[in-house]
């Protein structure tokens, strides 16, 4: 059975995007089998990971409003061998509002992913930088979350307010979610201010914070606009070297825990 995994900080520009492409890409490309959802209306994920969203018949939006809908159908193969995609499309924005008179309409997408869940190692989700329908449909149908947090000033503001949400769907719509750990992301080594930042978020988040760090790269901001993950865009580059270690981190932790729980 795979796990699934949301993005999540409602802050927008903090790495969701980022992270969800190039951390699903080197995870297939260490032979995991990865399903990536778009569940952000944006489409970012869908765009970067170089699907053409003109030419989408089925998206996400048919996974959640259909109603005895196939799942199969709206997964698309990316370029990545193992990748594979169920994009998102502009008529997300408005499935927010028409999920509000569907029966269960919190639990559309874990029903969803029940029923692909057999076929892949991991499922990661990307959320759109709100809290409404479609995070807590995100939040609802995952095993944990994932928490990238950008090395700016600003950076714990806001971290409540998502700890708050994650307890709230714990007790009322999943309580079996876990924290996955939190990534630092677009770190700038030259600063104190991100060093600084990077000691307060491992204060506030302990042993949840990964070690690897995302350096700001200037190749990770380009790669979406090829439709290329980081490591086919420029395998060489920081941002590529970075995520492909993060991956093998993550892999460690699973590993870890998995001997942990027997
Ligand atoms: P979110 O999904 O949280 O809104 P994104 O992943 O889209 O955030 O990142 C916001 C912007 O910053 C995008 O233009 C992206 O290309 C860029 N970006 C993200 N991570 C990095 C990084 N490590 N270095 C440089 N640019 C980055
Ligand atoms: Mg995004």
Redesign the pocket.
Known sequence: MGKAIA?F?Q???????????NLSACLAVQGKKVLVIDI?P?G??TS?IGIKKRKLTDTLYDVLVNKDYDVHKAILQTKTANLDIIPASVDLAGAEIELVNIEGRERRLKKAIEQVRGEYDYIFI?CP?SLGLLTINSLTAVDSVLI?I?CEFYALEGVSQLMSTVELVKKNMNPDLQIEGVIL???DGRTNLAIQVVQEVKKYFGKYVFSTV???????????SYGMPIVKYDPSSA?AK?YNKFALEFLDREKRRKKKNG
């Open positions: 993005i900080n802050k927008g520009g903090v790495g969701k995007t980022t992270t969800n492409i952000d944006q970012n994920t970067g990307d930088p990238p950008q992301s677009m770190f995302i350096p700001r790269n200037v190749r990770l901001a380009e790669a979406p941002g970075a």
